[in-house]
DNA sequence: TCAATTTTCTAACTAGTGTTAGGTTTTTTA
DNA sequence: TAAAAAACCTAACACTAGTTAGAAAATTGA
């Protein structure tokens, strides 16, 4: 291996540098911080890395990459016949999963965007593009087996359902509820509503085991 | 009157603070640049705020402030009667126009929350709870009522709720859907989801219209 | 109008920024 | 083990940051 101690390193400045963004943004990220958090001198950081632009460029792509890809193969692992719900609660899982595992890059990722130079912003609003595509996919297909309302409005489901995922990396701490869990129960909520279905009124008897949490 | 000129100009170095802070950041946010802004020099925007914490602390606070008012006033304007369906699509149609209204202050705050001081976090947490709480209300109430799935996580749905909301400042444009349109729409998802409601199928015959924007 | 007050500007200070060139140390290769 | 390559460090560069003191300009009140 004749690269052996240098891909270390460069991980190790990778990951300090997307903890880094996460919590100090763009700006206020300087390579001296990420130095410090990688065991490392800043000068030492263009050994790997020729500028800061490189590295927030590299910290973008594998947040989104990350999530997509972990997205692309859940889903493909579904049988052909798996039905909307399915796919939804599968890909929301994914993305759950993903986000957890890389947690530094996705909230980097997230906090950063809006503050970066436009031509890296540019770069990765294709990807997320790509991402986005993956939802509406899923969404059209259903709605043409006839599984959701015929009036339902899928562009703004789907923007929805990106902005209340995007926003669990805001909330999600690994510990509490599971990825199981928060998938269905979100699931539940985009397919089905809160709403008592069919004007069927349940009394309200048992409900008082909700008011703990409150993350935001 | 006689602080007029300077609240005049207070205000001014404010809008400006709120739009440079939205477009690059709390750190990438230069004195000098809310100056040009604000058509002052930068040494003057310190007759009217002591320092750039006090500023983003100022900006951060208008944010969510009027987002909270608009959604108060909207809710105790509706009669003691209406429905958990009503008070959400309320909700969220107060939420949106005060997005509208001055969206510069929301996005910066939405964008620069996670890169602030702790201590200015701190006090900004406080209003960001109370918001919660309001939704919170809004859901238990109408649980309580009877009007929804006794098994519905309240709390998984004001995360996605808050999540949704909090996100569409990043694809809302004024000029395109109108926020009633938003409003009822998402409510729609929230309320009932997006399946065919108990078994009933219907033919996906007229659905080719959703293929446009792809904002996300 | 003219003195008092409010508001703004100028110019500078210290501290910290990304980046680089060249030297040192460590690791690999033969 | 000696030479070559890789990895890292040091010290500095030009520049920009937030902030301040004091002078200048604009506004106000009598």
Redesign the interface.
Known sequence: MKLAKSAKSQKRVLDAAAKMF????????TMRAIADEADLKAGSIYYHYKSKDELITAVLDIGINAVISSVEDALHALPETAT??ERIETAVRAHLSAIIKIGDYT?ATR??F??VPEAIRLKNTKL??TY??IW?KI??DA????????N?????????????????V??YKPGG?TIDD?AR??T???????????GV???????NQ???????
């Open positions: 996460r919590d100090y943004g763009y700006a206020g990220t909307g719900r909230l906090r950063v809006g503050q997320r593009d986005g595509a509406q969404l059209t709605h043409a087996r006839g599984e959701f309302k015929t339902a409005n899928l562009t703004l489901a789907r923007l929805f359902i990106l902005g209340a995922l995007n926003w669990t805001e909330w509820r928060v129960d979100f539940a909520v985009v397919i089905d509503g809160i709403a008592n279905p069919c009124i349940h009394s309200a008897a048992d409900d909700q008011a703990q949490a409150r993350a935001n």
